[in-house]
């Protein structure tokens, strides 16, 4: 069976302060997205989609497209601040950057026929993370039961300010309830301040939170369009002050009874570049793993 990851790279990573999804951290000039296809090309994925801006397509073909397209399908999919329902275009010109990761996947809809895993372009998952995603979906034959990949908060934290996470709730193996958060580490415990603006509450440091890593059945998109629409009939100011997240329409479906989420844990190290200075321990890191043996110094000379 076909597996398609899907890698949400539109964003424009406005805390790094530029475009980190291009950002060498490997000896060779590879990405972070290098090593990500790279994984989940050993777990058995055989395609890739990056949601991009359409403005950014020559410099992803030219760099990671060319070097991966010898050894996975690759698709280029574009999120476009103007694909919104007709009677809510005038609000295209009050806004600057795209609606949200529900947008970003659903752009890849055309270019998915089967199960399919959902990542952030500037986060490095880890193999294990691949290898659990892909074990799942193998084992899962419930069109409306999905599973997210989490993390302890702490593995996931940054050294130079606050971090968005989900944070989840879980019910044995279900996870019941994700609350998109602000989270700020305070020692020995985390505080967690909701996207929604409800109130703050503390979190354990080896509290599960998502980071992005879904896995879907093809069914999860008719879930996608019908939120997207949904946003869409708020009133303008709250469209235009919020956007439609991944994490929240998973919540309220699950909320209603129509799917479920299993929480599987992964084994491995989360490296992300939220900020500028988190870019050096990135580096660091691959080049460790490399030393490991985990990957080959050139990574795609296969």
């Not at 010898?70 to 694909?83: F, G, L, S, T, W």
């Not at 989900?166 to 996870?175: K, L, M, N, Q, S």
């Not at 998502?210 to 009133?235: G, I």
Request: some cysteine; charged content about 25%; aromatic content about 14%.
């Amino acid at each position: 069976m076909e597996k398609t990851l899907v890698v949400m790279a539109a964003g424009m990573g406005s805390r790094f302060g530029g475009l980190k999804q291009i950002e060498p951290v490997g000896p060779n000039g590879e990405f972070i997205l290098d090593y990500s296809v790279y994984d989940a090309y050993l777990a058995g994925f055989t395609k890739v989609v990056f949601v991009i801006k359409k403005e950014l397509e020559d410099v992803f073909k030219e760099t990671i497209g060319s070097r991966l397209e010898d050894h996975i399908e690759v698709a280029y999919a574009y999120q476009n601040i103007e694909d919104i329902p007709f009677d809510k275009k005038y609000l295209i010109e009050k806004r600057t950057k795209p609606w949200g990761t529900v947008q970003a996947v659903l752009c890849a809809k055309d270019y998915v026929s089967g199960d399919f895993v959902v990542i952030n372009a500037d986060d490095f998952y880890g193999r294990d993370t691949y290898k659990k995603a892909s074990e799942f979906l193998d084992s899962n034959h419930d069109d409306n039961v999905y599973a997210s990949i989490t993390f302890p908060y702490i593995k996931t934290a940054s050294l130079y300010g606050s971090v968005k996470r989900a944070v989840c709730y879980t019910d044995g193996d279900d996870i019941t309830k994700l609350v998109e958060s602000s989270i700020t580490t305070m020692g020995d415990y985390a505080q967690a301040r909701p996207l929604d603006g409800s109130a703050e509450f503390p979190i354990e440091l080896n509290q599960a939170v998502s980071m992005n890593v879904f896995a879907f059945k093809y069914t999860f998109f008719a879930y996608l369009e019908e939120y997207f629409t949904e946003f869409f009939k708020q009133d303008d100011e709250a469209i235009l002050n919020s956007e439609a997240l991944l994490p929240d329409v998973v919540e309220k479906n699950i909320f209603n009874g129509k799917i479920k989420l299993k929480n599987v844990p992964t084994n491995s190290n989360w490296y992300g570049v939220t900020y500028k200075e988190d870019l050096e321990g990135v580096k660091k890191a691959i080049s460790d793993l490399i030393k490991e043996g985990v990957y080959p110094n050139k990574l795609w000379k296969m």
